[in-house]
């Protein structure tokens, strides 16, 4: 394994203060998000997508003073691997307009595990999204920008989208770059 830097260790306890909703809201739907942090030491982005009134998409977001990520390949996050839904990473340069962002998909965990229970043991995974996988979409919509600036990475995102109604819970031990 290279070099990697932890950015978001939600071990924490005020890991989430930063953290932000983006939601449908901001033109009619009703869906609704939050980024916690568990006593139990991982973070958890949760909420309800909502597909009434046009919605469909929650997230959340936080938004930093530039860094320079440019020596690393990729955004890696350490997920508990029980997934059913699909989620995607945002992220913003200090030139990225208001409504754009730089979007990847998280890819599905390399293995699943079956069997669940309220007292399951955490299944933690780590996945690893290269920075060429993020492509500048506005309001949901491919566009065509420049290439994403490296060195003034400035705003890390979480979203749920593509008509995935109902409740959602996405628990996560550490977002970094790799």
């Known amino acids: 394994m290279g070099v990697v830097m932890i950015f978001f260790d939600f071990s ?7 953290w932000y909703g983006i939601n449908d809201t901001v033109m009619g739907g009703l869906s609704r998000s939050k980024m916690t942090v568990s006593p139990l030491g991982y973070g ?13 998409f929650a997230s959340v977001r936080c938004e930093f003073s530039p860094i320079d990520v440019s020596e690393f390949t990729g955004v890696y996050l350490e997920l508990d691997g ?3 839904k699909d989620y995607k990473v945002n ?7 208001q409504s754009t962002v730089y979007q990847a998909p998280m890819p599905t965990p390399t293995h ?6 309220s007292a399951r043991v955490l299944n933690w995974q780590r996945i690893e999204i290269p920075f ?14 420049p290439n994403m600036v490296l060195s003034q990475l400035c705003s890390l995102g979480l ?3 593509a008509q995935q109604s109902g409740d959602f819970s996405l628990k996560i031990r550490e977002i970094g770059y790799y």
Not at 91 to 97: G, M
């Open 112 to 117: 699943q595990t079956f069997g669940v229970s």
């Open 44 to 56: 958890e982005f949760s909420g309800h997508v909502s597909l009434a009134n046009g919605g469909g």
């Open 159 to 161: 979203v749920i989208g």
């Open 12 to 18: 924490v306890l005020d890991a989430a203060k930063p």
């Open 132 to 145: 060429s996988d993020f492509k500048p979409q506005c309001r949901g919509k491919s566009i065509s920008r």
């Open 91 to 97: 992220l913003k340069d200090v030139d990225t307009p």
């Open 82 to 84: 029980d997934r059913t």
